[in-house]
């Protein structure tokens, strides 16, 4: 039996935000003196991995929960709330919260689905006032963040299959749900949903989406939130 309630998925990384998540808070942490150099230039080559589609995602992921988890969580915490506030909420789309916000009021759930790490991803969660979410997790041992990332990872196929289990779970077939994304490392879950959007577009995925028939969607305008949300749904203690 299905649930007369679709799902509204979103990317978070240039879809709901203006960049992404993770080179803002790298370079907050670097102006701030709490990452140095190697930071940047890691930074850099992911950033040309990503737009060439050759991002070694395992090889992101590790590095960045364990630089993370090099501080009390208490103090990650902190510092994850600085960069939000400075960096990546001045950055979130206006079109993408007001799109959020129609799906709601349509009655559709809405879901962020991103490769971003689960603390971030809740902070904009809320912010936007989205639902749910679907993240990077790794469990906190002894106060700090583990690399110990859960399965499947929020990325690609993996993306795909965390969306299809969520709907399940919900009562929900797939064909009945949206998923908006610029990427075509989204396409495993573009392809799997039956409303498909593509949102500032990488050119593969523009070319693709054009063939296809999705609808296209540019979003430019900030949505200029005047107070940073305060995260609540989380798998850990803070």
């Given at each position: 039996?299905?649930?007369?309630q679709p799902i509204a998925f979103f990317d978070l990384d240039h879809t709901l935000l203006d960049g992404a998540n993770g080179?803002?808070?790298?370079m907050y942490m670097v102006k701030k003196r709490l990452l140095g150099m190697e930071a940047i230039w890691k930074a850099v080559k992911f950033t040309a991995l990503y737009r060439l589609n050759r991002l070694p995602r395992e090889e992101v992921y590790r590095w960045t929960f364990q630089e993370c988890g090099k501080y009390p969580i208490h103090e990650l915490v902190r510092m994850l709330d600085e960069a939000y506030e400075a960096c990546v909420m001045p950055r979130l789309y206006r079109e993408g919260a007001d799109c959020i916000a129609s799906h709601r009021e349509r009655g559709h759930r809405t879901v962020i689905a991103t490769a971003a790490g689960?603390?971030?991803?809740?902070?904009?969660r809320v912010q936007l006032g989205a639902d749910d979410k679907i993240a990077a997790k790794a469990p906190v041992r002894n106060g700090y963040?583990?690399?110990e990332l859960e399965r499947p990872l929020p990325y690609g196929e993996g993306k795909a299959e965390l969306a299809r289990a969520y709907a399940s779970a919900?009562?929900?077939d797939l064909d009945a749900c949206y998923f908006y994304s610029d990427s075509v490392a989204d396409l495993p879950l573009l392809r799997?949903?039956?409303h498909p959007v593509a949102v500032n577009p990488q050119r593969g995925l523009r070319r693709i989406a054009s063939a296809e028939g999705w609808?296209?969607?540019?979003?430019?305008?900030?949505?200029?939130?005047?107070?940073?949300?305060?995260?609540?749904e989380l798998s850990f203690e803070v």
């Open positions: 039996m299905t649930s007369s080179n803002l808070v790298v689960e603390y971030m991803c809740e902070k904009v963040l583990t690399d919900h009562g929900v799997a949903v039956g609808t296209m969607l540019n979003w430019r305008e900030h949505a200029c939130f005047a107070e940073p949300s305060i995260a609540v």
